[in-house]
């Protein structure tokens, strides 16, 4: 990934810290989540999201591709663990999470990505949240056209439902959280 955007990607995500859509977003995942005690997020970058999830005993598993990111994160959230792991190839046990979070990550990969990334997740947990971008709408959605581009067109075009129920999982709820965002949570079919 070019300098600049990774230097894009690190600002955005500290400044966007506190903005209305990413406070509404995660009060979302908190309704989704339930009982969930062991999380892994999938591109968590600085951990942010994985750290508002903390306390109540959970064990909170953080990975991402970018070392700085993670050096980052494990600085600045003692509450979790974070490895520097690709999503295509986990290095966890069968079962090992109760959930996996893709939070603002599977729009940036390829479809062969997105797809392996998927069949991971589903493999180490018995639930899978994706929080993304949907079709983007108003200033947030041209923002968000401009600084992503041709990737956007991809995510939005995948069958997400298809793609977990190759992996023997079903879609159990959705819920908006903004105009641009939506949470999804899907379930292993017993």
């Known amino acids: 990934m070019p300098f600049i955007r990774?230097?894009?990607l690190f600002i955005a995500g500290l400044v966007s810290r506190n903005l209305p859509f990413v406070m509404n977003m995660r009060k979302a995942i908190m309704q989704?989540?339930?009982c969930s005690m062991r999380i892994i997020d999938i591109g968590c970058a600085i951990g942010?999201?994985?750290?508002?999830?903390?306390?109540?005993?959970?064990?909170?598993?953080?990975?991402?591709?970018?070392?700085?990111?993670?050096?980052?994160a494990k600085k600045l959230h003692k509450d979790a663990h974070f490895f520097c792991m690709n999503a295509e190839e986990l290095a966890f046990k069968d079962g090992?999470?109760?959930?996996s979070l893709f939070v603002f990550t599977i729009h940036e990969?390829?479809?062969?990505?997105?797809?392996?990334?998927?069949?991971e997740a589903c493999r180490v947990s018995s639930q899978v949240l994706v929080a993304d971008m949907t079709t983007p709408t108003?200033?947030?959605g041209l923002l968000f056209r401009v600084i992503e581009g041709s990737k956007l067109l991809v995510h939005i075009?995948?069958?997400?439902?298809k793609i977990f129920g190759e992996n023997g999982f079903r879609r159990i709820s959705s819920l908006k959280s903004s105009e641009?965002?939506?949470?999804?949570?899907?379930r292993r079919v017993a």
Not at 61 to 67: A, E, K, N, P
Not at 157 to 161: A, H, L
Not at 180 to 186: A, P, Q, R
């Open 48 to 72: 942010d999201t994985l750290s508002s999830l903390g306390g109540s005993g959970r064990f909170l598993v953080g990975i991402d591709t970018d070392l700085f990111k993670m050096k980052v």
């Open 32 to 34: 989704s989540i339930g």
């Open 109 to 119: 990969l390829s479809d062969i990505e997105a797809i392996s990334a998927i069949g």
């Open 157 to 161: 075009s995948r069958d997400y439902d």
């Open 180 to 186: 641009n965002v939506l949470v999804s949570v899907y």
């Open 138 to 140: 108003g200033f947030g």
């Open 6 to 8: 990774r230097l894009y």
């Open 96 to 99: 090992s999470f109760d959930l």
